[in-house]
């Protein structure tokens, strides 16, 4: 199982984003702990190379986790095939016990990352490295959990035997599933797509005025958290019925397969730029003060602005058309 390239892949990125990320969390420690750029001593000096070093491999290696959530959730797809049971990524991740809480760790890394990048992006166009304290700060949050999702990771590709029956994504995610996934299939159709358009409506409400006017800035990334988080449950409560034309189906993983000519890529991915950014945005917020960032972070902050309502849109334009032109028709 392990000699599968896509597994390779993953454990490869898995221990370089490990061994990088202590090396890099180590001299960020260091940083946060000794920074003084009042200083000219032979110490801050180093401090000063180091933050460079620590910076550009963190980019490097935060990248790489990015893209390993989509690769670890095609690896999961097309592993199905080796299991008695699965017809998809659900199956492949019940497998054992460390599947679902890798995906939940790749996740919550995932819009980690992709903050921790936007901060130390904003970080660097400032001359006195303005943010170089809380990006350290988010810094030791991140590295640990990055760890842990690698030990994780390799747990539950060394679990994984050929002679192991597991669950259907049909038996997981259902209404009689006493589970979590269970929970999210039974929730009520009809409230959640008023939820979920009610949620995109007041995003790009709040995104228009902060883009246009400069003001509601905590609005809009409080806005389009909570909306990725209603998103990514309509998925499994309706969106998903209406590419299955199924009632019945709400696996959120089969959409990735090609017979939906992996319409479940552009959905996510659409879906979890907008997050990021939109968290990004907030994240910014209190420090649109600092002198030498005045003039950078409103510029950054639109741009983030506008890659959420693109993002958004886009994945709301998906759904509205399968919607429409599903022959599955739900009723009120």
Known sequence: MILNPSVLALLLIALLVSVMGLYAGYYGLRILLRWNPASGSEMQLDLERRTYLVSTIMSYILGFELMSLFLFIYTANDLHLLFTGAMCAAGTLAVNFFGYPVLLFKIVNFLLAGVWLV?????????????????????TLVVPLLLLESGLLAAYFAGLKPDIITSCCGSLFSHESNSFSGDLASLPHLPMQIAFFSGMAITAICGLIFYTRGCAGYLFSIAATLTFLIAAASIVSFIGLYFYELPTHHCPFCILQREYNYVGYLLYATLFGGAVAGIGTGVLMPFRNIGSLARIIPVMQRRLTLVTLVCYLLFTLVVVREMVFSALKLGL
Do not use: A, E, H, W
């Open 119 to 139: 901060v130390n992006y904003t970080d660097n166009r400032g001359y006195d490295y303005p943010l170089i304290r809380f990006k350290y700060k988010l810094l």
